[in-house]
């Protein structure tokens, strides 16, 4: 499994665009990358996807350069809702999914 | 996606005793998964369960600590046997769906304190 190295902890102000940086410079051809997201007394819960350039959906983006040794996490207009850890994993289909320290993003008002 | 509850959502034990936790999904699922978070911390896995074998644990986990159960592809048990204080966290449940690479969803969780 590729490690992850992520920021500890960030914050930020209530409609800021946030970005989440990750760095996998090990990962292999097969791997994805994965975001949760993690809200207090809660399980994680699946964010966005990649494996390649960028992936979008209703909750994120995720942006890969083409090296793909690094990945970020963009998340539009934070509100305080979005105060959560957030967790980058890569891995394959067949890899058990193990959970690095995570940011724990903090959203001021 | 799927749906997961798990039971009980919290509890107070007694060090030396046990508490099985259960763990219910809302469709059937190959695999099942066990994980650990003590406060303030990441996930640990603790084992995997699936259906029909024994279930595989990870490093410093072993069965006599944590039994599991897997009777059908819904369902599964984790046990924490002969509880400390250390055993004192979050247990979580989930379970990974055939299309999907490395999507997880994930219950609840149990918080277990012991006294």
């Known amino acids: 499994l590729a490690k992850t190295t992520q920021p500890i902890s960030m914050d930020s102000y209530e409609g800021q665009e946030v970005n989440i940086t990750c760095s996998h410079n090990n990962i292999a051809t097969n791997d994805y990358i994965t975001w949760y997201q993690q809200f207090p007394s809660q399980g994680p819960r699946f964010i966005i996807q990649?494996?390649?350039t960028k992936v979008t959906n209703e909750v994120a983006s995720l942006f890969i350069p083409a090296d793909r040794k690094s990945s970020t996490l963009s998340l539009p207009r934070v509100s305080l809702s979005d105060t959560a850890v957030y967790y980058c994993l890569v891995g394959n289909r067949d890899d058990k999914i193990i959970f690095g320290k995570g940011t724990r993003l903090h959203i001021l008002p | 996606s799927a749906v997961i509850s798990q039971k009980p959502s919290r509890d107070i034990c007694q060090r030396g005793t046990s508490l099985t936790i259960q763990c219910q999904v809302d469709s059937q699922v190959t695999m099942m998964f066990w994980y650990r978070q003590q406060p303030g911390q990441s996930l640990t896995l603790i084992a995997t369960?699936?259906?029909?074998?024994?279930?595989?644990?990870e490093s410093g986990f072993v069965i006599d600590k944590f039994p599991i159960s897997r009777p059908n592809l819904t369902f599964s048990t984790l046990t924490v046997s002969n509880m400390s204080p250390e055993d004192s966290s979050i247990y979580l449940c989930s379970v990974d769906l055939p299309k999907q690479h490395n999507e997880q969803f994930f219950g609840p969780g149990t918080r277990l304190t012991v006294l």
């Open positions: 990649g494996y390649k």
């Open positions: 369960a699936n259906q029909g074998s024994e279930a595989t644990y």
